[in-house]
Antibody
């Protein structure tokens, strides 16, 4: 059974940093592209970033380039999102998902990040 | 900045048929946009329904189908069930980035 479990969310002050994790199981992680999405409270979905199988190709939504970094550890079956210089508008539920064959089939349940003083 | 547009809301009767559409500000949506469709119910994570325009996931009910229609991506629900009431999002690959539509709130009434 494919499982994706996010963790690391919480309350952080504006300007602060946070690292989200996504633990994967049930599929060959090292052969998979992974993705982060987010959803602000009461709002729609937003694609954040993709990373390829080896972790050497990364793609970001333009608005977040330079502040967020996606990475993966194939030995640990884990995906990460390092978020720096956080702003109130980064408040959202962050989801990880597997990116396969131009689709995004399996999603985690999400982790809430709240940026507030 | 590409804008992807969906109907904000639609209402359908149980057993009826409804089509949701997804348009791009860059022009006609083609298969090169790799349209995806997702269903989201309150308090839940999104669930993938359709990928690459027409392909269903193993869990996608047969009453859901994807297509291209009049320059847009489309999601058609045939024989709508009460449990299909949800928010539906399309996702397009536009100029090397992925862009969601604003979502369609589908009411089954």
């Amino acid at each position: 059974e494919v499982q994706l479990v996010e963790s690391g969310g919480g309350l952080v002050q504006p300007g602060g940093s946070l690292r989200l994790s996504c633990a994967a199981s049930g599929f060959t992680f090292s052969n998979s592209w992974l993705t982060w999405f987010r959803q602000a409270p009461g709002k729609g979905l937003e694609w954040v970033a993709n990373i390829n199988e080896d972790g050497n190709r990364r793609y970001y939504v333009d608005s977040l380039k330079g502040r967020f970094t996606i990475s993966k550890d194939n030995a640990e079956n884990s995906l990460y999102l390092q978020m720096n210089s956080l702003r109130a508008e980064d408040t959202a539920v962050y989801y990880c998902a597997r990116h396969s064959n131009w689709g995004f089939d399996y999603w985690g349940q999400g982790t809430l990040v709240t940026v507030s003083s | 900045q590409t804008v992807v547009t969906q109907e904000p809301s639609l209402t359908v009767s149980p057993g009826g048929t409804v089509t949701l559409t997804c348009a791009s500000s860059t022009g006609a949506v083609t298969s090169d946009y790799y349209p995806n469709w997702f269903q989201q119910k309150p308090g839940q994570a999104p669930r993938a329904l359709i990928y690459r325009t027409t392909n269903k996931h193993s869990w996608t009910p047969a009453r859901f189908s994807g297509s291209l229609l009049g320059g847009k991506a489309a999601l058609t629900l045939s024989g709508v069930q009460p449990e299909d009431e949800a928010e539906y999002y399309c996702l397009l690959f536009c100029r090397s980035t992925w862009v969601f539509g604003g979502g369609t709130k589908l009411t089954v009434l």
